[in-house]
């Protein structure tokens, strides 16, 4: 298990990614599949820094593996109640360039993930989502 | 790191990572692409939503002016991405 906290803005972003170079070297992990957990963690990451209410200066993100699954978790303390996955989904019926297009980060999380959870509680707001990764 | 990248008229490289901490300056890049577009993406490795909405906003620009905006070259990993989203068949993804 890899465990690691990240300044709560967009410019993470690059240090997050390094954070998934090194957990798939070290796992041995094949590395075309970082680019399905960089997209993961970065949509999670940046809605916790641009939709959660509140928050300390840092997020905490763990990545561990195991029996062909990767578990991505994303921890923010002392925020107010927030469920991303109540955000609506694009809607699809629309024609494509007159989507908004909000709600298409968590829409793509759900699509490359085998499951997502959300969980708030005790003003900590975890998400976790399990990818298939083999090794 | 994100870079655009022009070739002959018309036509424009994409580089690199079109993530949420290029997504800023990236659109203000693509904002002075004027006419129909072909932008090659054989060396753009990610992108995420952040991206696909800069992209998006380019195309929607250059449709209301009468002008295509399309992709060509992309790369499987990226494909997903587009098809997912809905937008490969409008930005000419196949």
């Known amino acids: 298990m890899l465990v690691r906290r990240f300044p709560r803005a967009v410019a993470s972003i690059p240090a997050l990614v390094a954070f998934v170079r090194e957990f798939f070297a070290a796992r041995g992990l094949n590395a075309e599949r970082a680019f399905d ?16 209410r509140g928050g300390g200066d840092a997020i905490e993100v763990t990545l561990d593996h195991e029996a062909g699954l990767l578990t ?26 007159q989507r908004r297009a909000g709600g298409l980060g968590i829409f793509l999380v759900h699509k490359l993930s085998r499951d997502v959870r959300f969980e708030h509680a005790n003003r900590i707001t975890t998400v976790t989502a399990r990818l298939e990764v083999a090794s | 790191m994100f870079k655009l990248e022009p070739l002959a ?57 009468g002008h295509a905006f399309r992709l060509s070259a992309v790369q499987p990993r990226v494909r997903n991405v587009f098809i997912y989203s809905g937008l490969a068949p409008l930005l000419g993804v196949e």
């Open chain 1, 72 to 97: 991505v978790r994303l921890r923010d303390e002392n925020v107010e109640p927030w469920d991303p996955s109540a955000a609506p989904p694009p809607d699809f019926d629309k024609p494509t360039h």
């Open chain 2, 9 to 65: 008229t018309g036509r424009v490289k994409l580089i690199g990572r079109l993530d949420a901490a290029e997504a800023e300056q990236a659109s203000s890049v693509f904002a002075g692409l004027e006419g129909p577009i072909d932008a090659d993406c054989s060396a753009l490795e990610y992108i995420s939503s952040a991206g696909i909405s800069v992209l998006m906003v380019t195309y929607k620009r250059l449709h209301q002016k």
């Open chain 1, 37 to 52: 957990v960089d997209l993961v963690i970065e949509e999670l990451f940046t809605n916790m820094v641009r939709h959660a």
